[in-house]
């Protein structure tokens, strides 16, 4: 099989402040480069807290520098990771804040639009993670208020929860929009303990996007095949399933200023997942 494979913004870059994953602000220009070197074809963008006044993606000056060094090493910059809302979370927010953060998610779709992205990954886990009854009625209003934006700019969102295979699929059937699908996240998933193929036979039919990580059963992020996700397991679903959407690689990190070789023997992994 032959699929897009990407990485998540900021693997190729030193960490920031010990920070697995962020936006990586001094450096981003550079990761273009670096990704076509190591083979891959696609870099997810993230748009968090700490650097969102000066992300590029913001102004149009960042707009042109970004598409112009996508096309320069053929790097398509078509998601984005929208992890500004796992710290003010589009759940249990007051009406001021529901109001507040309504409005950026419809801003940052906009920005989405104008850089060519195609799908925003939303988090709705940790900090932002969907807890209770009210909590799902927040979701579902939420859709209810972006569906004429998701229509007119012709964008999709995948949502990353810790739900249950069976809630995960009530949850977006409820929703009803065909923009609204699922991030399958192998990684997570191992960590909360659920079985992929319990997974893709709830709601297999519904995954838009994969990240591709490894953890430890309730517990972090770990080198690919040496933690508890079950890959034999995923290509299976993969193939049963004719998945044919993107991949992006969330993986552990390595040794600092390897970038480039590390991402190359995850992509190696990968593509050996997909031979099986």
């Known amino acids: 099989m032959s699929r897009l494979l990407g990485i998540m913004q900021g ?13 990586p602000a001094g450096t981003w220009q550079g990761e273009f480069a670096r990704a076509s070197e190591a083979g891959l074809r696609a870099i997810e963008w993230i748009y968090d807290v700490e650097d969102a006044d000066t992300n590029p993606i913001g102004d149009a000056a960042g707009l042109e520098e970004m598409r112009l060094l996508s096309k320069k090493y053929g790097i398509e910059v078509q998601s984005l990771c929208a992890d500004y809302f796992m710290a003010f979370p589009l759940v249990r927010a007051t009406e001021a804040e529901w109001d507040s953060r309504l409005r950026k998610m419809e801003w940052l779709l906009g920005q989405c639009r104008l850089a060519g992205v195609r799908h925003v990954v939303l988090p709705f886990v940790d900090n932002s993670r969907i807890d209770s009854s009210q909590d799902r009625l927040d979701v579902l209003r939420l859709f209810k208020g972006l569906k004429d934006s998701l229509d007119r700019l012709d964008l999709q969102i995948h949502l990353e929860t810790s739900l249950g295979p069976e809630e995960f699929r009530s949850l977006v059937e409820e929703i009803g929009n065909p923009r609204v699908r699922v991030n399958y996240d192998s ?17 297999g039919n519904l995954i838009g996007s994969v990240h591709i990580k490894d953890r430890l059963k309730g517990a972090g992020t770990v080198p690919l095949g040496s933690g508890d996700a079950d890959f034999p397991a995923l290509s299976r679903c993969l193939k049963k399933f004719d998945y044919q959407g993107r991949f992006i690689l969330q993986v552990a ?16 992994f990968f593509e050996q997942l997909l031979a099986n």
């Open 11 to 23: 693997r190729l870059s030193p960490p920031l402040h010990g920070r697995i994953q962020a936006f």
């Open 187 to 203: 990684g997570n998933s191992a960590s909360l303990g659920y079985a992929a193929e319990k997974e893709w036979g709830a709601y």
């Open 253 to 268: 990190r390595g040794k600092t200023g390897d970038e480039v070789n590390w991402a190359r023997q995850n992509r190696t």
